[in-house]
Structure formats: C-alpha cells, structure tokens
C-alpha cells in the first residue's frame, strides 16, 4: 500500500527559529505516523536544512531561482516557483500567508498551522516598526503598507477555504 503524501510548507529556512523547528516535529511526528512528509520551502540555507533538528527529514527548496532569500521570496509570490511539482500531495499543512498563496491552486487538502497571524498586517503600526529586524521583515511590512486591507481580505479569504486551521498564538487578534 503506498503511504499517504503529506507535504509542509512555509516561505523560507533562512534561519533556525522556532517555527521552523516545529516543522521538523511535525514532520518527524508524521512520519512516525506512517505518511510520506516532505519541508517545502521557497528559499533554503543548505546549511540549515543539515542540522540535526532535520535529520531524517526531506528538506526541498521549490524556487526555480538561484540567489538571495529576497530575490526567491519575489520570485516565489509571482509564480516563478516549482509549487506544482508537489501536485502529487494528499495533503499540505502550510504555516505562513505566502504560503497560503502559494498552494491554493493545488487538488489536495489544505491545513494551515497558524501559529502567529500575519504580523506584516495585523499588528499595531508602532508594533509592525519594532517587528522589523531583517530585510525580508521590511519587505513584508512594506507590502502590508501598500496593499494592506486588500491582502486582508485575500488573508480573510484563503483560510476559509482551507479544509481545516489549527490556530495558536492569536490572542491579540482576539482581544483587540
């Protein structure tokens, strides 16, 4: 009997933070389980994806790009990706907005783990301001600037058309 394909999928492994490491356990913890899992990520430090955390663990990057995280991130979100290659997927827990984005054309089940809401959008603007501490942080709050309520209501739209949102971390959103 083959093993069912579930596939993970968030926008980079540019840093060892701690979503990315909650990938590897439920990717682990998936495996364990008997599916087939796979780490898609738009943009990959091939150092990284060596690190134990990931050992045992298919770490795949889907840009059809070579160069810097920016430049895939771009890439990425304009359809210059390899998404499709992972048609073949049961199911696809994405964790990030982009993401969302990215696999919403595909003929599968769709999971979104949340573990924060999109902080480029949602969070206070003096919070948005302190949030940036890299160069893709300010591209995303650059693009939440520009087109903010309108990526809300495309934010408001792919999760309810998700199959199932396992939501963490979102008390803001709910007090406020």
């Known amino acids: 009997m083959n093993k069912k394909k579930v596939y993970l999928i968030y926008d980079f492994l540019t840093e060892a933070g ?3 490491r909650l990938m590897a356990m439920h ?18 430090n091939p150092e990284l994806a060596k690190e134990d955390v990931f050992d045992g663990l298919e770490v795949v990057d889907f840009s059809k790009i070579e160069g810097g995280e ?44 949340m573990n924060h809401y999109p902080n480029f959008l949602y969070l206070p603007l003096k919070d948005r301001l302190t949030w940036i501490d890299s160069p893709k942080r300010a591209m995303s709050v ?18 309810e058309d998700l199959d199932l949102v396992f939501i963490q971390n979102c008390l803001y959103l709910c007090e406020n």
């Open 18 to 20: 701690g979503l990315e």
């Open 27 to 44: 990717g682990k913890a998936l495996q364990n389980a008997g599916y087939e899992v796979k780490l898609l990520f738009g943009c990959v």
């Open 70 to 113: 920016i430049r895939k991130i771009l890439h990425n979100m304009l359809g210059h990706n390899k998404i499709r290659d992972y048609s073949d997927a049961d199911c696809i827990v994405s964790y990030s907005f982009p993401s969302n984005m990215l696999i919403k054309n595909l003929k599968c089940k769709k999971v979104m783990y």
């Open 142 to 159: 650059f693009t939440g600037f520009l087109g903010g309520s309108f990526l809300k209501r495309i934010d408001k739209k792919l999760t």
